[in-house]
């Protein structure tokens, strides 16, 4: 009684309004009058101008009123107050600020209008209102509607373009969700309004109706019954975010019930009686479709009502309507019950029931073949129902009649057409509906999305649609010496086609299926109700997909068994094994093509961690091969002892250095301008060295094991532009890395690249002596390396000032240099500063190592030079073989002497520092 009134509401305002204008005949002359505030408003009034009618001033209006000379369009910016009645109920016209603002800015006349428009937000906008209570409530969005420019409709129609909603249910909202009228909440309303003084809002902007769309379960307070704890989890998250409130089945409030049907076989014991106990699919089609679908479609009750009471099933539909194949459901109906009854009582002895679904669910989406996928909803679904043959071997004691032969290419028929029947479901119920709603309102992936999901999908369902019709054909004719290898080879060529760029690009069809998965609720909802459907036996379209990766193998395993059935006398002994071999060599092109598509992806990874990597690395006639850690134990190329990562491709190999993450941890922070950030620690781990034309490798020697040489060898190297060859030498220190295997893996692509056949002309073998190549002190000089640098920058750190004195010392007592070298320098630089040393720390160091002593102590500066103890001596007198120890020589000759340093402990500060 209360709705009827609040219809009755919304007529008696519009047939008010036609009441109050039809007496009243508006001349054609126009004018416009700013009330009160809007007359001090410049904007407004330079606004005004723009109409070319005359514009008046007022406070209230009032004196303008009884004036029919003109319709005067009078401008409030307060739709209150005894002002506004006062011209409300007169026979002119009332605009907002905003309306005019608008109208001036589209460069549009003066409108025609009944009702005051304060703005022009909802213009062309026809509204019906469901699910209100509150007249009041109601009352005041109507109010706002049609000061906004907005018009309201009592019933659904082809005009209508939105429906504002306060409840998930009755048949407006119905009518709403089928031609998929936006459905919004009243707040949509109110945004709008208190957004009225804004000139570029309107009610049709759609980031505005995505946010106050009614959310398909508002008000619902839904229970999930019988499903497993994560996917239960999982409903209850999407339900909160789609207006609803999760609740237990106790609830005395609840509103809707959804079941697992895969694992519940009654109904509920429910404490709400109006709550509605649904199947899953009707959540996720709610989801998907924004709007809460109708309940009575997807009734829990009607499910278990179809399966397991099939006979009263079958009595409503021989009511309904008499058809010719009345009689053959009613029997297939039976039969499934007669399945069910034996499943039931067989479940306990059962291995197969011991899954998720239950006996009953499982014997609802199961054909007698045991099949997932070959469900029998129709007359005319199988795809093999107009076989005899087929339909006569169902029983054991028929098979025995036949030959093996003749058994093994009925179940290869059988997978086939299961098969057939999965790429079916594939393209009409994912990939067709989903490609019709591109560039639509309702669309769920967009073209690039679904192409590269479903692209490479349509060629393998054609041939194997049509080799399906071949072999049904074979099976309905039957011989013993009908050839089946030759249906196979005839498609051989297709297969090769369509299989390829299928299997390669799997995975970025995977990483594209579950990306849009995870950022697309409603494509999430679409793969939900179509994997509750039984045509898709509750598999994801995910397993779908990887359908035909796996189905060649079984197709060559298949004929394998056909063949050895096959007498060699019959003619298709041959085609059998022709086919086979043409089935063999389709997965080895694939394999093989894959292969060089993850190469040629694998490239690009490769480039993007080199660091100052050359451009021309990444080509499309190049593909990766493999890597080898090496250590150089030459000095042509990086250094010797230096970790170095081969990168083998098709035609050339790319040489870099590793980075050490402990060494590049302790560069000193200091640069020019003294800003640095460490990016090397961050950055990329190896750095371009040299990259290797194939063709420019002349040998790889392979030098042969001993004690103290183990898996080196060694490259001879020489350009079209240089005249002598250079030989670079390395160790394997992958363990993993077999070198005869990657030796001639390295020779074959150098024959491959200079096209010769004998890929073992460019393997020698050699003793480590023949190229003087020695292994003995890798380890040690690296260590060596690594603390001389540490020396050599620790002394060029806090001793610059003095290194003259020390080149001097070195020069006139060793009669050697400065025993550190400019390479060193150069390649070490600042690696090992201690910069990063405590300030306390520095200056004491700093002290102890200054030969001029300090200032602050009392000691003389040649005492504490004495008495100055370093890592290779514990007293400096020790230097002085014969002297005496305690007596101090005078400054000048001690800058004679060899002073701190010995040429051991420049040599080897291994020793020194252990």
């Not at 049509?466 to 030759?486: C, Q, V």
């Not at 800058?895 to 420049?906: D, E």
Request: glycine content about 4%; some cysteine.
């Amino acid at each position: 009684m209360e709705e009827q009134s609040v219809h009755s509401s919304i007529s008696d305002i519009n047939s008010e309004e036609a009441v109050r204008t039809e007496p009243v005949i508006i001349p054609r002359k126009k004018r416009i009058c700013l009330i009160g505030a809007a007359g001090d408003d410049p904007a407004l009034g330079a606004t005004a101008q723009q109409f070319s009618v005359p514009v008046l001033k007022s406070a209230t209006g009032l004196e303008y009123v009884e004036d029919t000379t003109y319709c005067t369009y009078f401008i409030l910016k307060s739709f209150e107050g005894p002002e506004y009645d006062a011209l409300h109920k007169s026979a002119h016209r009332i605009l907002g600020p905003t309306a005019l603002l608008q109208l001036a800015e589209k460069k549009e006349p003066l409108p025609s209008i009944n009702r005051p428009m304060y703005t022009q937000a909802m213009v062309g906008t026809v509204v019906v209102f469901t699910g209100f209570r509150k007249k009041d409530e109601l009352t005041k969005l109507i109010n706002m509607i049609h000061n906004m420019g907005g018009s309201i409709r009592k019933e659904m129609g082809a005009k209508v373009t939105h429906l504002i909603a306060n409840c998930c249910g009755g048949d407006k909202y119905r009518y709403a969700v089928t031609f998929r009228v936006p459905i919004m909440s009243m707040e949509w309303v109110t945004a709008l309004w208190n957004a009225k003084d804004n000139v570029s809002s309107y009610g049709n902007n759609e980031e505005l109706i995505t946010n106050y769309k009614l959310k398909p379960f508002f008000g619902a307070r839904v229970c999930f019954f019988g499903f497993p704890e994560e996917e239960k989890r999982h409903m209850c998250e999407v339900l909160q975010q789609q207006g609803g409130e999760s609740t237990d089945i106790d609830d005395p409030h609840c509103t809707h019930v959804v079941v697992d049907e895969s694992n519940v076989n009654a109904l509920p014991d429910l404490a709400s009686v109006r709550a509605h106990i649904v199947k899953a699919e009707w959540f996720w089609t709610s989801v998907q479709n924004e709007g809460a679908a109708d309940e009575k479609e997807y009734l829990f009750e009607d499910y278990l009502e179809s399966v397991l009471s099939p006979n009263v099933s079958a009595r409503r539909d021989s009511q309904q309507a008499a058809t010719p194949s009345t009689a053959s459901t009613r029997r297939k109906r039976k039969r499934l019950a007669e399945t069910i009854s034996s499943l039931v009582q067989n479940g306990a002895d059962s291995p197969a029931l011991h899954k998720r679904r239950s006996s009953i669910s499982d014997a609802g989406h199961l054909s007698v073949s045991g099949s997932f996928l070959d469900c029998t909803t129709s007359p005319d679904k199988p795809l093999l129902d107009d076989i005899p043959e087929v339909e006569a071997v169902t029983t054991d004691s028929s098979r025995k009649n036949l030959s093996p032969r003749h058994q093994v290419f009925l179940e290869l028929v059988q997978t086939e057409s299961n098969y057939v029947g999965i790429l079916s479901t594939i393209m009409t119920l994912f990939k067709s509906p989903l490609e019709e709603l591109i560039d639509t309102s309702g669309e769920l992936l967009n073209c690039t999305e679904a192409k590269i999901i479903f692209g490479n999908f349509p060629p393998i369902y054609e041939v194997h649609k049509k080799m399906l019709e071949e072999l049904k054909y074979s099976a309905t004719h039957w011989m013993e010496d009908i050839s089946i290898g030759n249906i196979f080879l005839k498609y051989a060529p297709n297969l090769l086609k369509a299989y390829p760029p299928y299997v390669n690009f799997f995975e970025n069809t995977k990483e594209m299926l579950d990306q849009c998965d995870q950022n697309k609720p409603r494509f999430h909802a679409f793969l939900k109700v179509c994997q509750t459907k039984p045509e898709c036996g509750r598999q994801s379209l995910k397993e779908l997909l990887i359908k035909p990766v796996q189905r060649l193998p079984s197709i060559s395993l298949l004929l394998n068994d056909i063949l050895k059935h096959t007498n060699k006398n019959n003619p298709d002994h041959s085609a059998l094994e022709l086919s086979i071999s043409s089935i063999k060599e389709v997965m080895t092109y694939i394999n093989e093509d894959k292969r060089k598509t993850e190469g040629q992806l694998v490239m690009f990874d490769i480039f993007n961690e080199i660091d100052n990597c050359p451009p021309h690395l990444v080509s499309s006639h190049r593909s990766f091969i493999g890597k080898c850690d090496v250590m150089e134990l030459g000095e042509g190329l990086s250094g010797r002892g230096d970790h170095l990562v081969l990168f083998l491709f098709t035609d050339t190999l790319e040489i870099c250095k590793k980075r050490s993450k402990a060494f590049n941890s302790l560069k000193s922070p200091n640069t020019a301008n003294g800003l640095h950030t460490n990016k090397l620690s961050q950055g990329k781990p190896y750095k371009h060295i040299k990259m290797l034309s194939l063709s420019t490798i002349k040998k790889v020697v392979d030098i042969r094991e001993t004690d103290e040489c183990h898996k080196v060898f060694a490259l001879m190297v020489r350009s079209n532009q240089e005249l002598k060859e250079k030989l670079y030498s390395f160790t394997i220190t992958d363990e993993e890395v077999n070198k005869t295997n990657y030796l001639r893996t390295l020779c074959r692509q150098m024959a491959n690249t200079v096209c010769k056949a004998d890929a073992d002309t460019f393997l020698i073998s050699l003793d480590s002596h023949q190229l003087e190549i020695d292994t003995s002190d890798v380890a040690l000089g690296t260590l060596s390396k690594a603390f001389k640098s540490l020396f050599h920058n620790f002394y060029l750190e806090y001793m610059d000032p003095y290194v003259f004195l020390l080149n001097s010392m070195c020069e006139t007592t060793l009669h050697v240099p400065l025993p550190f070298a400019s390479r060193t320098r150069m390649k070490v630089g600042r690696a090992f500063s201690f910069n990063k040393t405590p300030s306390k720390l520095k200056r004491a160091m700093s002290t102890m190592m200054s030969p001029f002593g300090s200032t602050n102590s009392l000691t003389p500066a040649s005492q504490q030079l004495a008495q100055m103890r370093l890592a290779s001596c514990n007293n400096i007198n020790k230097l002085f073989r014969g002297g005496d120890a305690g007596q101090i020589r005078p400054l000048k000759y001690r800058a004679r002497t060899k002073h701190c340093f010995s040429l051991t402990s420049v040599k080897d500060p291994c020793k020194t520092y252990l």
